[in-house]
């Protein structure tokens, strides 16, 4: 495993990490969970991304009852927990969130936090981020509330989730102006269909304020891999009961183009010894400003065949990225 600082601090994070969207759960039963933890854990990574929205919230549960079985110490991973949707599911309208149960006010901020911990069944997350801009939001409030979690040793590190480039430059200059500590990360999408916020949007939050980067799915939920080259299977990610919503945010409109694109990157791959998936992860690895990619993994043997993109990394020299690129213009 490769570890990197994230952004200006000096904690040391896996250059993979392992995700529990969807997946822990659905694709992934507590066994299943289990095993794939283990499998991360003893290869070297050491950062396990959730939200209070996956699941419900089962899926921190399910991350955090692994953990405690694998009897992994406190002090050799970290976990993320986000907040905003709330625990219920924002895709049904049974059971919805009540208003103080969801948003960026400081009672609701609180409480998922605490929330998180319980679930997590710890005293601390490494990570704690506001999943997305919420309109009318108050950056006072969210910056002195994630200030005070921190203070009360809840939270080590703070940031954000998709958020635009000024907003995170709002919160960062507030934090400084009232000598609070700033947001440390964002995690943005980012792969071969969606570059333009990580390589141009942040640029000027990476080098200036040292914003680390946490990114998402690196095989845009499988079609990178060649997952959907002939369909959607039943068994996959763009099947599974309740997310019939995910095939029109991965595909854009643009299905035919994607996978013909993620079609060709194949002989990329096969020229160096590579899959698919191997080749897109270690394409999102390679770039510096990207302190952790984010995997979801629906096997042992998924997790497996992606580790090996770090085998692949010294190859994607400036030919390989150059034909790469030609192919997702
Ligand atoms: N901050 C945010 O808003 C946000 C949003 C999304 C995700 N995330 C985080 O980022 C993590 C990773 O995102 P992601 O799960 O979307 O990553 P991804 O790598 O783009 O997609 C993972 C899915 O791709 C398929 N796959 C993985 N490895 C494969 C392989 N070797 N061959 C073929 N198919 C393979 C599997 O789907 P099948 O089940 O179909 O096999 C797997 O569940 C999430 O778990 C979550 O923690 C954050």
Request: glycine share 8%.
């Amino acid at each position: 495993m490769q570890y990197r600082s994230l952004g200006s601090s000096s904690l040391q994070l896996s250059v993979l990490s392992f995700g529990s969207w969807i997946t822990f759960g659905t694709r992934l039963d507590q066994r299943g969970t289990n095993e794939c933890l283990a499998c991360a854990f003893d290869h070297g990574i050491n950062f396990f991304d959730s939200a209070e929205v996956y699941l419900g919230g089962e899926a921190e549960r399910m991350l955090g009852r692994g953990i405690e079985s694998l009897g992994w110490s406190r002090d050799s991973y970290c976990i993320s927990s986000k907040v905003l949707f709330g625990t219920a599911d924002n895709h049904s309208t049974a059971n919805p969130s009540r208003p103080t149960q969801q948003g960026l006010s400081r009672k609701h901020i609180t409480e998922a936090c605490n929330q998180a911990l319980q679930r997590f069944g710890v005293d601390y997350l490494d990570f704690y981020l506001c999943h997305r801009p919420e309109p009318g939001m108050s950056t006072a409030e969210i910056a002195w509330t994630m200030n005070t979690l921190i203070q009360q040793g809840k939270v080590l590190h703070w940031g954000t989730s998709e958020w635009p480039a000024e907003d995170i430059l709002r919160l960062i200059e507030f934090c400084q102006q009232n000598c609070l500590i700033p947001p440390q990360l964002e995690q943005p999408q980012y792969n071969l269909f969606h570059r333009k916020r990580v390589e141009r949007e942040y640029q000027p939050l990476i080098h200036e304020h040292g914003l680390g980067l946490t990114t998402w799915s690196p095989l845009a939920s499988g079609v990178l891999a060649g997952r959907y080259d002939e369909g959607i299977a039943v068994d996959s990610r763009l099947a599974t009961e309740g997310f019939s919503w995910l095939e029109d945010f991965v595909f854009e409109n643009k299905r035919d183009e994607r996978i013909e694109a993620a079609k060709r990157i194949k002989t990329i791959a096969d020229e160096l010894g590579a899959t698919r998936a191997q080749l897109a992860l270690a394409w999102a690895i390679k770039n510096e400003a990207v302190t952790s990619v984010l995997i979801g993994a629906s096997s042992v043997a998924q997790l497996q065949e992606n580790l090996g993109a770090l085998d692949v990394l010294p190859k994607l020299e400036n030919a390989v990225l150059r034909k790469i690129d030609e192919n997702f213009r």
